[in-house]
């Protein structure tokens, strides 16, 4: 069965220092990845995704995740934080059929 | 607002009552799918449809849950016989129908609590 794993639960910085979400995936075949974000009271939202060609894809906000197919990675990063990226970050990996598999998410604290 | 439409947002109800919930998906959108989010958890897959048709369920969706789309638009489902373990977070999604590489929005989902 296909399964997503986020590696950090928490993750707490200050602003302006960098970030690295860990997701990591179950699946050998061909994946959609995506990375959604959820900030406090909002829906879920769509930062980024990657369905093939440069591994390396720009989202909104100045977020952007790297595929490693060799790892099953798709790691979220950011080179510079803001107050206003405090949210939850959920991973998720579409392969065989259609419904979107999601990582438990990891909670990101920004301090100013 | 264009977006996916949930309604009610919170749902409060007795252990052993029957609720519904609606779900209006982006209008052009012909596929609706809905999750659930428990605390602590990403949103698990419970049920998807195109247009009219339920073409796939989870494990997860047990014979007290039903949902529906009539009409190929808005969606409902239905807990029967509601329990303690049934309280969480109920999402919306939809997207267009492009094959593998279309992505999804959510709704803002509605929250059922059972006591």
């Known amino acids: 069965a296909q399964s997503v794993s986020q590696h950090n639960h928490h993750v707490i910085l200050s602003e302006a220092a960098s970030l690295e979400l860990g997701c990591n995936y179950s699946?050998?075949?061909?994946?959609?990845l995506f990375w959604y974000v959820q900030y406090p009271g909002q829906h879920l939202q769509l930062l980024l995704k990657?369905?093939?060609?440069?591994?390396l894809v720009k989202g909104i906000k100045g977020f952007e995740a790297e595929f490693i197919k060799s790892k099953f990675s798709f790691n979220l990063r950011k080179p510079s934080v803001q107050w206003s990226d405090t949210a939850e970050y959920f991973c998720a990996v579409r392969g065989t059929g259609t419904a979107l598999i999601f990582g438990k998410g990891t909670t990101l604290s920004v301090s100013s | 607002d264009t977006g996916v439409s949930q309604d009610p947002r919170h749902k409060i109800t007795k252990r052993g009552q029957n609720v519904t919930f609606r779900c209006d998906p982006i209008s052009e959108h012909n596929r609706l799918y809905w999750y659930r989010q428990t605390l602590g958890q990403g949103p698990e897959f419970l049920t998807y449809f195109q247009n009219e048709a339920q073409l796939e369920k989870s494990r997860l969706l047990s014979d007290r849950f039903s949902a529906e789309r009539p009409k190929g638009s808005f969606s409902t489902l239905e807990i029967q016989r509601t329990e303690q373990g049934d309280s969480a977070m109920y999402l919306c999604?939809?997207?267009?129908?492009?094959?593998?590489?279309?992505?999804?929005?959510f709704g803002q989902g509605t929250r059922l609590t059972v006591v």
């Open positions: 699946y050998g075949g061909t994946v959609n």
């Open positions: 990657y369905f093939s060609g440069d591994p």
């Open positions: 999604a939809s997207s267009l129908d492009g094959g593998m590489n279309t992505e999804a929005f």
